[in-house]
């Protein structure tokens, strides 16, 4: 009975387990279904509220849509007015551009107009420049042939000064001369008979006489010369102040004791460009004018100073050259001058002496001088009060060099030929004579073609050509020009007292030309020759040939100056 009742109760536990979970399914199927029914109602809800939401989106994009639509519409509508607005600008541009190219071509026709009126206005306003430019031209021509016939007519009075004066002076020197030579041919006569000793001298003394003449003579001629502005200028850069040094011991025998000379050199001149001769010269000339105008004694003061000419200056009446330039001051305590005698002093023969002293050529010489170095000197003087005369030069861009000292003859002969070209037969006789007794062979011809023709003939080397500058048929300059195809190592030297026209440039003797002046002495003539064989000149480059070789016989010459290869 247990076991039935055991098998009862179990099946009842499992009835009722079973009904159990019949209820526990019924009850999860009823809460399932709830879950469902809720999850289904709220699946509705979330649709609704879905498609609610899609309804609202559906409207919102539909209100966007329409927005933007509205919008697109709007900026059609403002792309419409803005490309309305900038065709309407860009045809206002077009516009605007038109008028300033209108504007534009308008103002470039009145610019070109404009030009034409200005071009035919200069082409006529150089037309008449033109005009008158000829104009003045021709009356310029017109002034400068007036001048030059006012000059020719001042000359012409000054030459017939010149031949008068030249006349009376030369016939004085030439009686002189003349007289004394009889008084020595008398004494050398008389010196065969007893007591030759005093005749000899007195023959002796009356020659000195007439070699002072003859001197005297010679130094009027350089003065006509430089007078005439013919003389040969030998410049060089120097400095005024060594000059002035070298002459002072003349300058002291010249004035005498009675005339004390005070010289002050200031020192570091500046360098000027002058033939050291013709400033010597000047200076001469100056100190025996200022001599003669204290005959009582007094004191020459010359002075040296560098000075700069200003436009001030030349506007108060200085006509030395504007810029540097090198003073010399020479000032007297004489008599003085007016100022008529002042206006007058330069002029050829003018002289305040009353004695015959002179030939009034002094001052004209002097101021000839300085013309040719591009100089200007001034006089300031009153009657009493003594007399300043101031000189000044330019100053030259070239370098200073010193003095060069004159190369005494000391060279013995070694038999060289001299060819002698002279037209003068006299001149020529005594030229052959110098260079013959002093160890030289010489040939002579009278004239240019004479003596290419002997030179042709000639067998042997000829190594010197001593000729003339001015001759017939053919100059000196042309002669030595031929002469060297004929004899190619022939040096040159020329002889004259007129040589500036054929010789010099500008009124200056070219540096490789050796010459000689009239009247020279034996001993110029020697030295000339001697330095002229000696390699002291390159040679006369001016005609084509070549220049002498310096560098042998400057290396081959002995102390005395003699070359030993006989030149």
Not at 250 to 275: K, N
Not at 291 to 316: C, E, F, H, Y
Request: no cysteine; hydrophobic share 40%.
């Amino acid at each position: 009975m247990t076991d039935d009742a055991e098998r009862r109760d179990t099946r009842d536990a499992r009835e009722s387990q079973e009904r159990s979970e019949v209820s526990a399914d019924a009850d999860a199927r009823d809460a399932r279904e709830s879950q469902a029914q809720s999850e289904v109602l709220a699946g509705a809800e979330r649709r609704g509220a879905r498609e609610a939401q899609a309804e609202s989106e559906v409207s919102a994009g539909t209100d966007a849509r329409d927005a933007r639509e509205s919008k697109e519409r709007s900026e059609v509508s403002a792309g419409a007015h803005a490309r309305r607005a900038r065709e309407a600008q860009e045809r206002r541009e077009v516009a605007a551009a038109a008028d300033r190219r209108d504007a534009r071509e308008a103002q470039e026709k009145i610019a070109v107009a404009a030009a034409a009126d200005r071009r035919y206005a200069r082409q006529a306003q150089e037309r008449s420049e033109v005009s008158a430019g000829a104009d003045r031209r021709i009356a310029r021509e017109a002034q400068e042939l007036n001048d030059r016939s006012l000059q020719q007519a001042q000359r012409l009075e000054s030459l017939g000064q010149l031949a008068g004066g030249v006349a009376h002076d030369f016939n004085n020197l030439l009686a002189v001369i003349l007289n004394y030579l009889s008084f020595a041919a008398e004494e050398v006569a008389a010196a065969t008979g007893p007591d030759p000793a005093s005749h000899l001298e007195a023959a002796g003394a009356d020659l000195a006489e007439a070699d002072k003449a003859a001197r005297r003579a010679a130094s009027l001629t350089h003065q006509l010369l430089l007078f005439a502005r013919r003389d040969v200028v030998r410049p060089q850069v120097l400095d005024f102040d060594t000059v002035i040094s070298s002459v002072e011991e003349m300058l002291r025998r010249t004035l005498g004791e009675h005339v004390e000379l005070v010289i002050t050199l200031a020192g570091g001149l500046w360098p000027v460009l002058a033939d050291p001769g013709q400033l010597e010269q000047v200076l001469v000339n100056l100190a025996v004018n200022a001599r003669d105008a204290m005959p009582d004694g007094g004191t020459l003061t010359i002075d040296t100073s560098n000075i700069t000419v200003d436009a001030d200056a030349i506007a108060g009446g200085s006509k030395a050259r504007m810029g540097r330039n090198v003073r010399l001051r020479v000032s007297d305590t004489g008599v003085g001058m007016t100022a008529e005698t002042v206006e007058h002093v330069f002029e050829p023969f003018f002289t305040t002496r009353r004695d015959d002293g002179g030939t009034g050529l002094g001052l004209a010489t002097v101021y000839g001088i300085l013309m040719q170095a591009d100089g200007d000197i001034r006089i300031y003087s009153q009657p009493g009060t003594g007399t300043t005369i101031t000189i000044t030069l330019p100053v030259t861009a070239e370098a200073s060099t010193p003095l060069a000292d004159p190369v005494p003859y000391r060279r013995k002969t070694r038999g060289e030929t001299v060819l002698v070209v002279e037209d003068e037969a006299a001149l020529r006789e005594v030229t052959k004579r110098i260079l013959t007794r002093n160890g030289y062979q010489v040939v002579t011809a009278a004239n240019g073609p004479e003596a290419l023709a002997l030179a042709v003939a000639h067998p042997g080397e000829i190594h010197l050509l001593v000729t003339d500058v001015v001759m017939p048929h053919m100059l000196g300059k042309e002669v030595a020009e031929k002469m060297r195809a004929v004899k190619p190592g022939i040096e040159v030297l020329f002889m004259s007292g007129y040589a500036r026209p054929v010789l010099a440039s500008q009124g200056r003797l070219e540096p490789n030309v050796a010459l000689v002046e009239k009247p020279f002495s034996e001993a110029d003539l020697l030295a000339m020759a001697g330095q002229v064989l000696n390699g002291h000149f390159p040679g006369f480059t001016t005609t084509g040939g070549g220049a002498a070789d310096e560098s042998a016989p400057q290396q081959e010459r002995g102390l005395d100056g003699e070359d030993p290869g006989g030149g």
